[in-house]
């Protein structure tokens, strides 16, 4: 099939619910309701009818994401969490925890990025730390070195690194296959600063894994209180996001200026 035929079945799909949206048991449950519906006809009316119902059922799903109507809500109501959470692309995003690897607290308080707050049973960041943070940030997003800097990191050529942004997710891919993906490209400056400060402060930051040392960054955007990108104040809420499969409430870190989203747990983990 041409690129040109290509581009024109493309337009009638529905990108909500197909391509890197689409919902894995809807798929599942469409196309044994097609299989089902199928075989009825090859059996009722003739063999060559059900392949063509079939057929046309498959075609109908691979456009639209689903055969029968209202199939992504009723999945994500009635699926065990459990079921839908195996399917989530929400959750390719959660690194696996080994028993070697340091708490993000213990990894900032030995690099002397945090302290005891004063007054208050907390942590807070170090006058020290947190300036140097700021001023790396300030310096990644006025100078657009988002990308070298990544490449820096994890040592890469910076020519095959690239990203693509879905919806406010960027998602950093190096020879087609995606390294990382963060909440925004603001998370994405925070990161990349904190990493250059934890790497003069921490004489252990270069052996620890990109898993935990990822864990560890995350952990530090938390005590971000003004925003990388539009210097706006951070806020703490609980929110409510949908994925491919399920709805799930989360406590999301943002930016109140800009609405970039710093960080995001599920809520109760």
Request: with cysteine; hydrophobic share 40%; aromatic share 8%.
């Amino acid at each position: 099939m041409s690129t040109k035929s290509t581009g024109f079945l493309d337009q009638f799909k529905q990108s909500e619910y197909t391509g890197e949206n689409r919902c894995t048991p809807c798929t599942i449950v469409n196309v044994v309701i097609a299989a089902v519906g199928g075989g009825a006809i090859g059996v009722a009316v003739s063999p060559p009818g059900g392949v063509a119902a079939f057929a046309l059922s498959l075609v109908a799903i691979y456009f639209r994401g689903y055969l029968v109507p209202g199939t992504p809500t009723l999945t994500k109501r009635y699926f065990p969490d459990w079921v839908l959470a195996k399917f989530d692309k929400l959750d390719d995003e959660t690194p696996e925890v080994l028993e070697e690897e340091r708490e993000p607290e213990a990894v900032l308080a030995d690099a002397g990025a945090v302290e005891p707050c004063e007054g208050v049973d907390d942590l807070c960041l170090d006058d020290g730390f947190e300036n140097g943070w700021y001023d790396r940030m300030d310096a990644i997003r006025e100078g657009g070195t988002e990308k070298s800097d990544l490449s820096a990191v994890l040592d890469v050529d910076e020519s095959e690194l690239s990203f693509e942004e879905h919806d406010d997710a960027l998602v950093a891919e190096y020879d087609g296959n995606r390294l990382g993906q963060w909440e925004s490209r603001a998370a994405l400056v925070a990161d990349l600063a904190a990493a250059k400060a934890l790497e003069d402060r921490y004489a252990d930051w270069d052996r620890l894994s990109v898993t935990n040392q990822s864990r560890v960054l995350s952990g530090l955007r938390i005590f971000l209180e003004r925003c990388p990108d539009c210097g706006g104040d951070i806020t703490m809420e609980q929110d409510t996001v949908e994925s491919c499969c399920r709805t799930m409430d989360v406590v999301a870190v943002s930016c109140s200026a800009c609405d970039a989203r710093m960080l995001e747990v599920e809520h109760g983990q």
